[in-house]
């Protein structure tokens, strides 16, 4: 028999010597060793005692310590931190090891077993399984029998009673067998319970879209399918009622689709995933959307060999979606979105929102940044009691309960494309269900239609409304936005996200992408009169087209970052050959075939070659009357609709209606009485804000320094990449390491690289109005804090953006912490979807998460160590540390500022967006300073994503300052002033 072995991090560390205080070395010289350290059970949050162990005298002269795991901080506790690489003494020098989120966390044999996973390794890797002992105080237990790789299936083989996770069995005894990732070169996204052998075998699912089967006795493994449906990164599956289910989040790199058995390219870019089932001999698709989890009341056994209902989670642009199975028909519910983290198309940024058990009784969902009460019962006749319990920042795989406590496990540093921080790692965090209610608040967004052909007396799928406090819901009919759901780059990917309206209005010929290591084909398409063709050419790479293409001025963008010059050139009736694209924009990687768009100036007909596809512009249905949209309650959950109002919408009108504040419902839909391109959206939110002038919260924060401090340490910080160690720089430039294993303060050496690295510069400027963001999404104004925020601290401009969870980013701007969605790592985030979190008057100068802990630099100069602050009096040093939902306690989001602030403003032209998304108390002010009255309109965005409607239209008097308090429930995104007169204006708000 093979017992694990206690490695308790020896792979890691070695002893540190106390004095002399070694100088670190260079972040360039290699690996430096690095001790890791941990807590203690029962400990309470933000407590920490002096070291377990006494210390071990090796001479006179040094005096080692054994490491910590006596530290507990806000949940967490430090020493059962998770890391990529095991091989190098604490430093992270290996490819392919970028990411270490927790995968998988359960129960079993009397500890709590969990994988780690990198990106993208179906061959293994240096990440482990891991169990962690009941007694916390002890270190993780990192198992021989590890193959990594990027494994989040788990599922507890109820037959064999053998706990699989990832590529590992685990007995009941806690014995442990491998499936060798030679053998079953997967990336282990879900395991099933099997359709025809239950006892004896399962399947195994891979996030390439393979389906492998395993005997879980002798281990004997053999892949069924390679890709039997469209799609890519799959995240979930399932058995239940004589199907597998399985599910996948994204479509990117599933190559010409040859393997696929069932379906075929997307059609379009919400096609981006799939949700699929099999019955033993046939594939079909359910549907053609971005699905996760896919799970039932059997929860993590996998499947049921009977008929019990299966639950599936995903989303659209508009919100999320969850399906149930029941009695073998599917059926949809509608939720709202908290945050927009995982929308991107890829689907990368959603590992792996779970629905589970977390007591006997209680079950939890999470998605977009909610977690929701879930009723195990839940089915299609018994659909209530979904509710929101609050929304969350941290990044969470897997989640369960465990010896009397709520666990999450985490997904935090990464360092794909994320320069500040030198190696991944994660923790797990460890509370009550209650304390989840003390983080960020129960608001979301989305709806049913948002700018959708309806059909009349066709009803909506239902939309939750069960549990929210204040609700306003945007009806709109006609398009406001350029509908780019059908226009992509290359007729079967990559949407486009700029197009110039001239482009807009045309139609467009293409191919499909093919390959991006082979030249991107050419092709032909006839006209029957003389034409200007448009040609969008990829500039990676600066291609010359054949000087016959005049260069416009115009550009094109798809994505969030790629782009295209536009060039012309005027041609006869006849055939027209567009030439392929052979620029390589880096070696080996070809840029996308050219699009043109044909413009006739009259009638023209367009007939496209072989291979070739034309692409109609999309219409902009205008209404010719008034819409009146019917909305019915499902008021218990039971199927049983009654109507609940109705609203008349004018032709190409908006209305914002709202439910009463006692309205008694779980579901509620949608009808039109008339063929439409309709919008239905609902702002939820709460009326429940965390009190950051509690005792308990003021506690929590008492270490950092005010705004207005002058005696303040601050510094800048950094996840090591030589050690365990976080690394900083104070603000005299001296060095320092924070030490993992005794989570003291060590002198470092000077690093310029390093210095560099950390600098900080101004990324926003403040003008009279408000704070002003010049960003990649455009020109969004936020609202001031106090005014010390205008100028740099002692210290410098403090950190304005960073990553801190994994493929989310964390803004401080102007004493408002914010979160911000990632599209791609690397890149500038989505300030467009940015959420506020809390407001605050303290000086905090950077932050960064580390060994699963957000930490905060900026705090006073005589603070005191109080289990949240570390402070090294002797060396003028100290941090602050904290969980990353700790921010909400900060208190509430509030701010003032507007886009206006006696300000020249031009009669009809729009000013920059004004953030609105997420505030409490609302008023605005209006003034201005014109000889006699003005009109002013303020228009709301209630997408996100630029999509406006009017608010109310004000009469502002010559010499008159109007002021307006806003509904208690109206909620929007962006707010944006518009004039009728040329003037000098005043648009003010206030959020209090």
């Given at each position: ?544 087209p054949d000087d016959a293409w005049q260069r416009t001025e115009m550009t094109l963008q798809w994505g969030e970052r790629f782009g295209d010059r536009v060039y012309s050139r005027r041609f006869a009736a006849g055939r027209i050959e567009i030439p392929g694209n052979s620029t390589e924009h880096t070696p080996g990687s070809f840029g996308l075939p050219h699009t043109a768009f044909v413009a006739g100036g009259g009638e023209v007909t367009v007939k496209a070659g072989a291979g070739a596809q034309l692409i109609e512009p999309p219409s902009s249905p205008r209404s010719s009357g008034p819409v009146t949209f019917t909305l019915e309650t499902d008021r218990d959950g039971t199927g049983t609709w009654t109507p609940c109002g109705q609203a008349r919408v004018e ?342």
């Amino acid at each position: 028999m093979i017992r694990p072995i206690l490695i308790a991090c020896l792979l890691c560390f070695h002893p540190l010597a106390i004095f002399p205080a070694d100088a670190a070395a260079d972040e360039k010289s290699g690996p430096k060793s690095g001790p890791q350290l941990g807590p203690q059970l029962g400990a309470k949050s933000g407590t920490k005692s002096a070291p377990k162990s006494a210390p071990t005298t090796s001479s006179a002269a040094e005096i080692t310590l054994a490491p910590r795991t006596d530290v507990q901080i806000s949940g967490m506790y430090p020493h059962l931190t998770t890391y990529g690489i095991y091989s190098q003494n604490g430093g992270h020098y290996k490819k392919g090891h970028n990411e270490c989120g927790i995968g998988a966390i359960v129960p079993w044999a009397g500890k709590l077993w969990m994988v780690n996973y990198a990106p993208h390794q179906p061959r293994g890797s240096e990440h482990k399984l891991y169990s962690v002992d009941a007694d916390l105080s002890q270190p993780l237990t990192i198992h021989p029998e590890s193959v990594g790789g990027t494994p989040a299936g788990r599922m507890i083989h109820k037959e064999s009673r053998q706990l699989l996770i990832g590529h590992h069995l685990v007995a009941a005894d806690g014995t442990v067998r491998t499936i060798a990732p030679a053998d079953m070169p997967m990336r282990v996204t879900a395991i099933a319970r099997h359709l025809t052998d239950p006892a004896n075998r399962v399947y195994y699912i891979d996030m390439e879209g393979a389906i492998w089967e395993a005997n879980v006795h002798t281990l004997a493994v053999k892949r069924l399918f390679k890709k039997p449906v469209p799609g890519w990164h799959s995240k979930g599956g399932y058995t239940s009622q004589g199907r597998l289910v399985v599910s996948n989040n994204g479509e990117l790199h599933v190559g010409d689709y040859s393997d696929v058995l069932v379906g075929g390219a997307a059609q379009n870019e919400e096609q981006r995933g799939v949700l699929a089932e099999y019955d033993g001999s046939e594939w079909r698709i359910v549907e053609r959307r971005q699905f996760t989890e896919v799970t039932g009341p059997e929860g993590i056994t996998g499947g049921s060999d009977g008929n019990a209902p299966l639950w599936s989670m995903g989303w659209d642009r508009r919100s999320v979606r969850l399906k149930v199975l029941d009695n073998g028909t599917w059926h949809t519910y509608l939720l709202p979105k908290a945050a927009h983290c995982n929308d991107a198309s890829h689907g990368w940024y959603t590992e792996w929102p779970r629905i589970r058990e977390i007591t006997d009784d209680r079950w939890m969902m999470d998605m977009h940044g909610m977690f929701f009460d879930f009723p195990p019962t839940f089915s299609a006749a018994n659909s209530g009691g979904i509710r929101p319990i609050g929304s969350h920042l941290r990044y969470v795989p897997d989640f369960c309960e465990w010896n009397g406590r709520l666990v999450l496990a985490t997904d935090e540093t990464s360092i794909q494309g994320n320069r500040l921080a030198g190696q991944p790692q994660s923790n797990l965090w460890f509370g009550t269900y209650e304390d989840l209610k003390t983080w960020g608040p129960a608001s979301g967004y989305g709806g049913p239609w948002l700018e959708d052909r309806v059909r009349a007396g066709q009803p909506s799928d239902p939309f939750l409304v069960a549990g929210f406090d204040r609700r306003v819901i945007h009806l709109a009919v006609g398009r406001r936005t350029t509908d780019n759901s059908q226009r992509l780059r290359t007729t079967d990917q990559l949407a486009i996200t700029r197009l110039p309206d001239l482009l807009a209005q045309l139609p467009s010929v293409t191919v499909r992408r093919g390959s991006w290591k082979k030249p991107a084909a050419g092709y032909t398409f006839e006209v029957d009169a003389p034409v200007t063709v448009y040609l969008a050419v990829d500039e990676r790479g600066n291609p010359d087209p054949d000087d016959a293409w005049q260069r416009t001025e115009m550009t094109l963008q798809w994505g969030e970052r790629f782009g295209d010059r536009v060039y012309s050139r005027r041609f006869a009736a006849g055939r027209i050959e567009i030439p392929g694209n052979s620029t390589e924009h880096t070696p080996g990687s070809f840029g996308l075939p050219h699009t043109a768009f044909v413009a006739g100036g009259g009638e023209v007909t367009v007939k496209a070659g072989a291979g070739a596809q034309l692409i109609e512009p999309p219409s902009s249905p205008r209404s010719s009357g008034p819409v009146t949209f019917t909305l019915e309650t499902d008021r218990d959950g039971t199927g049983t609709w009654t109507p609940c109002g109705q609203a008349r919408v004018e032709a190409n009108g908006s209305v914002a209606h709202y439910l009463p504040q006692d309205f008694d419902g779980t579901w509620l839909r949608f009808t039109v009485d008339r063929d439409c391109v309709a919008t239905a959206v609902l702002h939820q939110t709460t009326a429940r804000f965390v009190d950051g002038s509690s005792e308990e919260n003021q506690t929590l924060f008492a270490g950092l320094a005010e705004v207005g401090s002058t005696n303040v340490l601050a510094g800048r910080v950094y996840a090591a990449k030589r050690n365990r160690n976080l690394r900083l720089i104070n603000t005299e430039h001296t060095f320092f390491e924070f030490t993992k294993d005794q989570f003291h303060f060590e002198p470092d050496t000077p690093d310029e690289t390093l210095q560099q690295l950390l600098e900080t510069e101004q990324e926003f400027t403040v003008d009279a109005a408000s704070v002003v963001l010049s960003t990649n999404s455009g020109r969004f104004r936020l609202p001031k804090g106090d005014a010390a925020h205008d100028a740099p601290f002692a210290s410098g401009w403090p950190r304005t953006s960073r990553e801190v969870e994994s493929e989310r980013h964390l803004a401080n701007i102007h004493g408002t912490f914010y979160e911000v969605p990632l599209l791609t790592n690397g890149r500038p985030p989505l300030w467009n979807l940015m959420r506020p979190v809390s407001s605050h008057n303290r000086q905090i100068s950077d932050f960064c998460t580390w060994n699963g802990l957000l930490v905060l630099a900026g705090i006073r100069a005589d603070a005191a160590d109080d289990g949240h602050v570390f402070r090294d009096e002797r060396r003028n040093v100290g941090l602050w540390f904290g969980g990353i939902d700790d921010l909400w306690k900060l208190g509430k989001p509030v701010g003032h500022g507007g886009p206006w602030l006696d300000t020249s403003v031009v009669a009809g032209r729009p000013s920059d967006a004004y953030l609105m998304r997420g505030y409490d108390r609302k008023s605005v002010r209006m003034s201005h300073g014109h000889s006699e009255a003005i009109n002013v309109s303020l228009e709301v965005d209630i997408s996100g994503n630029g999509l406006w409607v009017p608010y109310r239209s004000f009469n502002v008097p010559a010499g008159t300052t109007v002021n307006h308090q806003f509904p208690t429930a109206f909620s929007a995104f962006w707010v944006r002033a518009v004039s009728d007169t040329d003037t000098t204006a005043t648009v003010q708000l206030d959020y209090r």
